[in-house]
T-cell receptor, first 115, second 115 residues
Framework: ETGVTQTPRHLVMGMTNKKSLKCEQH?????MYWYKQSAKKPLELMFV???????ENNSVPSRFSPECPNSSHLFLHLHTLQPEDSALYLCASSQGQWSSYNEQFFGPGTRLTVL | DQQVKQNSPSLSVQEGRISILNCDYTNSMFDYFLWYKKYPAEGPTFLISISSIKDKNEDGRFTVFLNKSAKHLSLHIVPSQPGDSAVYFC????FGAGNNRKLIWGLGTSLAVNP
């Protein structure tokens, strides 16, 4: 595996379900990111981890819970979501959050549908 | 309030001609600008960047121009090829709290290159 991988690629869940999204990077990077992409909106940064420490939480509702056990893995735990949470969830990594212009490498995303 | 604006949601050009994608920003503290390209069902991929101390950066068929006084940048693709058909995102970055950077994204412009 190379680059940034995300599983699952597609997920349909009910509002009472609990599910998790997984991201793994094989680039030796130290920063990892969760983004949400909704129709007609810019990419919304949700969370950032730099050296496994959370450095950004962009006022994300608590029904989204990130976990970063090491620099290569990032999870997004989902619980009692709402239909408006349906979106493409993208994971990205970068060398470090301090790096010169912070070029980020993205995974293919998880298309989430909440019924 | 969107700090990075891509006012054209879509653009259509003929193969072999020039594609010009535009981006405007409001925050004069941004010091790096990046362009990403996104195909359907894939994450964005980094294309080219420019530092605020430069006014032009070229990489093969892709050139980015920066006009700081107008707070405007543009991506030129010459010659355009059908494989360039994708959504192009403009992003800007600056150091924030704790010397960490984050990317601020535009809405994207969908480019169609017609054979």
């Amino acid at each position: 595996e190379t680059g940034v991988t995300q599983t699952p690629r597609h997920l349909v869940m009910g509002m009472t379900n609990k599910k998790s999204l997984k991201c793994e990077q094989h680039l030796g990077h130290n920063a990892m990111y969760w983004y949400k992409q909704s129709a007609k909106k810019p990419l919304e940064l949700m969370f950032v981890y730099n050296f496994k420490e959370q450095t950004e939480n962009n006022s994300v509702p608590s029904r989204f819970s990130p976990e970063c056990p090491n620099s290569s893995h990032l999870f997004l735990h989902l619980h009692t979501l709402q239909p408006e949470d349906s979106a493409l969830y993208l994971c990205a990594s970068s060398q470090g959050q301090w790096s010169s212009y912070n070029e980020q490498f993205f995974g293919p995303g998880t298309r989430l549908t909440v019924l | 309030d969107q700090q990075v604006k891509q006012n054209s949601p879509s653009l259509s050009v003929q193969e072999g001609r020039i594609s010009i994608l535009n981006c405007d920003y409001t925050n004069s503290m941004f010091d790096y600008f990046l362009w990403y390209k996104k195909y359907p069902a894939e994450g964005p991929t980094f294309l080219i960047s420019i530092s605020s101390i430069k006014d032009k950066n070229e990489d093969g068929r892709f050139t980015v121009f920066l006009n700081k006084s107008a707070k405007h940048l543009s991506l030129h693709i010459v010659p355009s090829q059908p494989g360039d058909s994708a959504v192009y995102f403009c992003a800007a970055t600056r150091f924030g709290a704790g010397n960490n950077r984050k990317l601020i994204w535009g809405l994207g412009t969908s480019l169609a290159v017609n054979p």
